[in-house]
């Protein structure tokens, strides 16, 4: 029901992995029902289905390729729309029963691309070691913590949902990547502008060429709007049909916005919007006071026009 | 006044050249006083103080060179719009005082440019006559009817003033030629739209640079406004500026002109417009039915972002 | 060694997964040895360091998420070139020991992604049975074979692999969906031109503006190149630097590809070619005729050009 | 013939005017013949048929309206190309048959533009004169030396040609405003690039919409090539042949404005090129050191381009 906050949560599952992590940031989550879900798509059935009220997914990032089903999701089926976004550091620790030294660990249990992310840290701290894959991080810190393996490969809350030790944190080959979740709800008014704000979109064009793309762009360029995020899907249509996922600055509030968003109406075969939210700032760095420009541009222009419109001329 | 039809009309003189036969096209001129004025300036700022309510400029041709006099007065001084366009054929006739045989033209008096634009003519058919060249068409009919030249080269209501006999119509190299004039008063609620429309603007952008005037064009191109002309003019301010006189198609009462407006005025460095008014449609053929299917477009993409802004998804 | 034909191929592993059955279809790996990776990276330092000749890695699709690994490997670390695309379908099937009935099927061992993909069809067919996660598409058939899991969802190659026998063949619930893999190599003269090329690149721009991306499309876009993909990433550098992986239509051998190629490296920050190779003509159809043509434009376009610099105009 | 310098120049008449003036700051003009058209497509049609070697014809200037002429002449009849630019100041004296007092000065003879440029000077200085219309600067100058007038709007060089004393010069209200001329010949081997040059073209396009022109413009904007002027003309055919005169910086030899012609040439109907000539400084300011970045960065783009063909990735 729209303005009743979200009390029920469902997040991409197991219990003890990123998702997780990234939910209790938000403190109507911490406070909340908070299910995990087997797969993305389970996830966003349940908003679908109203059993629950909004779900965290990742919606950028390698770690454990959900992307692509996450935005498949979202640009198909009955419409949802993103109300939130949650970016965090992309954090793995080396975890044990108790406080060992590296040279004593012989076997390492982690997820194939928690291991993929963390090889040269592997490499150089505990060159002996076997990794032993496993299916989650969570399944890892638990793997260890049932003595299966001396260490794990995990997140800080998986280590810390089992009693695992931590021996090393900040393992990640890259230590500035992030993974972005978005909160996932059924429809309704967009949370209000903050003067920081992000629109996602998926726009369906009838042909692969540049020239429709480059027609798409335009929208965006003359009003100002900049794109952080451009990705194209083949649609599994056989014969050229292209879904772009877009992220834009600003909101659907904004007449820039709107603006931009009605003219991708008009050119495009199809346009779903998927929801306008706060930018996670810590992440990407202090709001720009160019949207506040911007706001008193269209004001500008919009009297401007009234007054011509009405033989008004200065 | 806004609202008064206007009854003093000033033209670009003499009496007897195109400016006043496209006058006499407009009813309400054909009744009310018509002055002529020495040139286009002097027409203008007969309109600027009020002494007239209306002048007839050409604004775009050949003949007699005023194209580039015209817009630099509307780009420039106060404010002044165009109400309606009048497009006429540039025709010339051979005429004399009598129905004499071509043979017997020993001298034709011409304006310079008319004689240019019949030169092929004249070489066909009165090969042996000297051109003799006078200040304006009518001047040319006036000294024939005087009996100082044998013929003249003049535009039929010229002709006919002096009472002189047509010996060959249709005498111009160009038969498809035409001579744009424009109406002009001092500003006012536009005239309403009619679906088949021309807006005027002379925009002003900071550089010379290819990227601006691009810029520009994407305002009209991202909105499917047609250009149907465009012209540059260097300022006169040694560094840069860059004046563009644009016509575009449609009036400025409609969403896509409005927004394209708007547009340009937060990317320009100046922008004045010039007018939104009926197309002459002799010239340049039937309304095309884009307009309408423009302005459902625009109907149906606002109310779409309505229902985003409001959160009613379908 | 440039023109030697790869004999030792590398491929994401484990056996008996899409990797492997794509790997089959190129004559050369057929006969050439086949060795397995745990991740793409593996596979492609393999490479890297000439352990192997080329190694087949997917570029897109959901399936597994490697998509993303792949693109930031290819972008980063020492330079490669995709020499050759295979497409094949995402076709799952439902295997056992032997010929069971479905009614009889207790629990699915499955990996998760592929489960998700086939979500639909579970709960239609073997509604009653539990799905159980496994590490890959070869895992779950391994285990089936082993006994601890009654029936596997698994590739083809993987249920023949280990005698398992198929109950219900092409159980994905998007019937039409392929995974895309790429065959890389160390550096060296591309592959000639068929006429249906492929050209891939990482393209960086300084800065997250739209207009910069709006120049990117026009280098394409002028050149009469078309994009088939596009995706923006985050560099991981913080501070706005992008990548964007882009596809494009035709072999940098061409003119326009050539000439569009030279356009980017002029005006990004950076860009990386990472190779132009034959088409998959079997999922995206028959090769158009524009190939040829837009040779021809250019060709005409150069010898008119000469023409123009030798001062001899027509 | 080309390589050989001309020596036969004409130019738009009659003696004593702009073109006169503009045709002497050119030394081979200086030392060759000079002979005076009665009209532009006189003067060029003279280089046509090789009764000249080279016409200086106006351009660019509201003075005398034969802009509009000199386009069309270029654009249409077998080609021809312009192999120089001057541009001269618009300068204006008030000269007599000796020095007189303005206050004695009773009538002023003037060609009509040239009193219309004047008039502000005009009214405050002589505003109990008459002025009386004459065919051209020259004729003004000739006709006070007749004894006819008092004085005379007319043009240094007009001034001195006849013996008259200047009474005021500068007296045109724009002070800046200039003419541009051209020097035009048969087609030969353009003059060799300086650094700062102009290239001139026709291009024809076969729709008025604007997208069609937005083409065109990217195909400038892509190289970083600039327009310094545009002007669109219908071309007299009725339905929407459009005709765009071009001035862009640069030299046909560079390799931006060749990629750039090339372009044209592939996506318009038609382009005639007018030439690439040294820009006329004294009005543009001092040239830019662009020109020099630009061709190493096309040759910086060149070498790469030539490497990733030959396999050659550093």
Same mark, same amino acid.
């Given at each position: 029901m729209p303005g009743v906050p979200p009390t029920r949560f469902i997040y991409l #599952? +197991?219990? %003890?992995?990123f998702s997780e992590q990234a939910l209790l940031t938000i403190p109507a989550a911490a406070k909340g029902t908070r299910t995990p879900a087997r797969s993305v798509p389970e996830a966003l059935e349940a908003v679908r289905s109203a059993d629950a009220d909004a779900a965290l997914v990742p919606v950028e990032n390698s770690i454990g390729g959900q992307v692509g089903v996450t935005l498949d999701e979202l640009a198909n089926g009955s419409p949802l729309v993103i109300t939130r976004e949650v970016v965090i550091p992309v954090e793995f620790v080396l975890a044990a029963? #108790? +406080?060992? %030294?590296?040279?004593?660990?012989r076997s390492v249990a982690a997820h194939p691309q928690a291991a993929a992310q963390c090889r040269h840290w592997l490499r150089g701290h505990v060159p002996d070691a076997t990794v032993v894959e496993v299916l989650s991080n969570a399944a890892a810190a638990i793997s260890v913590s049932a003595g299966e393996h001396d260490a794990a490969i995990c997140v800080p809350v998986g280590a810390g949902r089992v009693g695992l030790t931590v021996l090393a944190d900040k393992i990640a080959d890259h230590p500035d990547a992030v993974t972005r979740f978005a909160l996932v709800a059924r429809p309704g008014p967009p949370p209000p502008p903050t003067g920081d704000d992000v629109t996602s979109l998926a726009v369906y064009i009838s042909h692969d060429r540049v020239g429709a793309l480059l027609a798409v762009l335009m929208e965006f360029a003359v009003r100002g709007v900049n794109l952080t995020r451009i990705e194209s899907y083949?649609?599994?249509?056989?014969?050229g049909r292209y879904v772009f996922f877009l992220d834009c600055s600003g909101h659907v509030a904004e007449a820039r916005v709107g603006e931009a968003l009605q003219g991708l109406r008009r050119i495009c075969a199809d346009v779903r919007f998927i929801g306008s939210y706060p930018r996670a700032q810590a992440h990407y760095g202090p709001a720009s006071s160019a949207v506040a420009a911007a706001d008193a541009d269209y004001a500008d222009s919009a009297a401007w026009l009234a007054r011509i419109r009405a033989g008004e001329l200065a």
């Open positions: #599952g +197991p219990e %003890g992995t029963r #108790g +406080p060992v %030294g590296l040279d004593s660990i083949p649609t599994g249509e056989r014969l």
